[in-house]
């Protein structure tokens, strides 16, 4: 999967979370949480590495992209959708907007 398809799937997780589901506008959190659930077996083999440096990677591209921004109330890792963020439903959304833009 390309960095760019991974950051869609990751703001479209990261705009329909629910209130219980918050803490994963935390960069490190959604991360472990990515790394967790595609773990071959998270008991004896722990976080899948491989796929927490992918999603850090996406995070960061979403960021200098302007799709996600430091939230403005909290320190450490937080974030929220930026104005352009949340005019992305999902994916596919953002990949037209990367073709049409021709973003990084």
């Known amino acids: ?30 991360c472990l949480q990515a790394g967790a659930d595609f ?22 591209w979403l960021e200098t992209t302007r799709m996600i921004c430091p939230h403005p109330e909290q320190d450490h890792d937080w974030f929220v959708p930026t104005r352009r963020g949340r005019e992305i439903k999902n994916h596919r959304d953002l990949k037209r907007l990367v073709d049409d833009e021709s973003l990084p």
Not at 7 to 28: C, F, K, M, N
């Open 1 to 30: 999967m390309t960095l760019t398809d991974l950051a869609g799937y990751i703001l479209e997780v990261l705009l329909t979370v629910d209130q219980s589901d918050r803490g994963l506008w935390h960069r490190r959190n959604f």
């Open 39 to 60: 773990s071959a077996d998270l008991r004896t083999q722990g976080h899948n590495r491989d796929v927490m440096q992918a999603c850090a990677e996406a995070w960061a």
